[in-house]
């Protein structure tokens, strides 16, 4: 039998994220860049799913539209700001939860 491994990504107001089809099937055809504002954990939601109020931001990563948007946190790829605009970084924070973790979020 072969391991399944669980992988959960934290997301944290501040982050900047790229919101495309692999977080949900709503952004096909037009993927876009986001700050985010809050997690919004008032609402409730399925297991794996999050509502998160955003700023959808340009190419220079000024905010031109506020959004609140339902996603799996685990397809949204981390960004960061950089001195030459955005840039790509490595899911640094994708991390394994715990037995005792996993138990908690049920």
Known sequence: MAAVRVVSVEIRAGDVVEVTRAASVQFVSRPFVARVIRVRDDLV???GWCWLDVYQLDAKG???ERRTIF???AGLGVVR????G???VPKSRLAVPSA???QMNR
Do not use: K, N, S
Not at 81 to 84: L, N, S
């Open 62 to 64: 000024d905010a031109v």
């Open 45 to 47: 939601t399925y297991h």
């Open 71 to 73: 996603v799996q946190p």
């Open 86 to 88: 955005l840039g790509r």
């Open 81 to 84: 700001c950089t001195g030459r």
């Open 100 to 102: 005792d973790t996993r």
